[in-house]
């Protein structure tokens, strides 16, 4: 698709930053970009050329379509005082669906893309999944193209395949990310340098591609190990949340135990 659309983004965050970019990169014009408080969307903007404002009434209405990646909760109300609904408009978030469109729009749609953005993080969006879905055919048709323009990876999925593989990406992502998290706060309150822990994430990581997950499982819980978990819970005796967790894990990993796994390793 050559055409060089233009847009708004409303949302000057994460996700924003990273899909401004790669739709200018490919020759869209960013006209206009809103936030809440005007600041984001201000430096934004400023990076772009554009104008920016904090007031929908004040919204451009000559765009090709608008961007809305402001969070989730956010959406419904933002949708209700869209100032106008004869353009194409999507938001980018894999739990909301297409009902927070009401009859009133005509052309609308999701563009959910199945990565995790931070706003100064770089990333080539050329592979990422792009699961895209429309209110009719025609707006199908042009949410492609627009997806089509950054990424190679456009599929289309219904609201609750999108569901479903966004509550997979909140196991596969945000979890495991929470538990890097937790991993740092025990090493640090010992005054232990979380980079120790670098070589093991990383065959971690390598070994889950490449074996089925549930076989590459090590670990005092895989083994069963009970001793050795009864002394790590004690450990966290002054976190009793960080022993629900532990506890929980591995009684999620002991339910998952192939009976003729060989135990080692972690
Ligand atoms: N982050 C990810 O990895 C990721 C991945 C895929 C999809 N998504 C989806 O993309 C969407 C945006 O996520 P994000 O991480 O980019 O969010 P974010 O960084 O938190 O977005 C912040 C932007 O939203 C605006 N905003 C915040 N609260 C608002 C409100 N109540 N009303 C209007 N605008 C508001 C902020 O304006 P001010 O700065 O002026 O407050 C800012 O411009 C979400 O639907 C999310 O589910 C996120």
Do not use: W
Not at 36 to 57: H, I, M, Q, V
Not at 70 to 89: C, E, N, Q, W, Y
Not at 195 to 220: C, F, H, N, V, W
Not at 247 to 265: A, E
């Amino acid at each position: 698709m050559n055409k060089p659309f233009s847009f708004v983004s409303i949302g000057a965050g994460n996700v924003a930053s990273h899909l401004v970019r790669g739709f200018t990169e490919k020759g869209c014009r960013l006209l206009q970009v809103y936030s809440r408080t005007g600041s984001s969307a201000r430096s934004l903007a400023e990076k772009y050329n554009s104008e920016y404002t904090d007031a929908l009434s004040e919204l451009r209405k000559d765009a090709d379509f608008y961007m809305i990646a402001v969070p989730d909760t956010a959406i419904p109300g933002l949708m209700k005082s869209f100032p106008f609904h004869d353009r194409l408009v999507f938001h980018t978030a894999g739990s909301t669906g297409l009902e927070v469109f009401d009859s009133s729009f005509s052309d609308f749609g999701i563009l959910y893309p199945l990565q995790t953005f931070t706003r100064d993080t770089a990333m080539d969006l050329s592979r990422i999944p792009l699961l895209i879905e429309a209110g009719n055919e025609t707006s199908l048709e042009k949410m492609r193209k627009i997806a089509g323009l950054i990424s190679e990876n456009v599929n289309t999925c219904d609201t609750d395949t999108r569901l479903t593989i966004h509550l997979a990406a909140v196991f596969a992502c945000n979890f495991t990310n929470h538990m890097y998290a937790l991993a740092n706060d025990v090493l640090r309150e010992k005054g232990i340098d979380p980079a120790i822990l670098e070589p093991l994430i990383a065959e971690s990581y390598k070994k889950s591609r490449t074996l089925d997950p549930l076989e590459a499982q090590t670990g005092p819980a895989s083994r069963n190990d009970e001793p050795t978990m009864e002394k790590h819970i004690k450990l966290l005796e002054g976190n009793p949340l960080m022993q629900k967790i532990y506890t929980f894990t591995s009684r999620s990993i002991q339910s998952k135990r192939s009976p003729g796994k060989k135990k080692s390793g972690k």
